[in-house]
């Protein structure tokens, strides 16, 4: 599933994604990038996204949690984001390209 560029789709576009995902467990790419997604739209995915045990590619680059503005908010929803990536056994591909994640977020995800 490929929502790259959707930049309309912003925080609340994620609550309908939110949504779809229990009806496509074989899901096994997701993209996200240039979705304008902040990290309460991020922090709100992560759960939901348990059951895609199948996914193997996730690009959430580009999303609007950069920056050292935006670090706290990158920081805080980080803990949410790593917990679920065990579920990911068939993960091959993260994508966190211009995200602006600093040595200690880089800490958190491994």
């Known amino acids: 599933l490929d929502l790259s ?3 309309a789709l912003g925080d609340a576009g994620m609550e309908v994604l939110l949504a779809g995902l229990s009806n496509i467990p074989h899901l096994a790419v997701l ?7 902040t990290a309460v739209g ?19 680059s580009c999303i609007n949690v950069i920056g050292d503005a935006r670090r706290k908010s990158l920081t805080a929803v980080l ?17 966190l390209s211009f995200t602006g ?8 995800l491994v």
């Open 101 to 108: 994640l600093s040595s200690t977020g880089m800490r958190t």
């Open 79 to 95: 803990p949410t984001f790593t917990a679920i990536l065990p579920t990911f056994t068939a993960m091959q591909v993260l994508v």
């Open 42 to 60: 991020l922090s709100s995915l992560a759960p939901h996204m348990r059951h895609l045990a199948g996914l193997r590619e996730l690009d959430i």
């Open 31 to 37: 993209r996200l990038a240039r979705v304008l997604m």
């Open 5 to 7: 560029g959707n930049q």
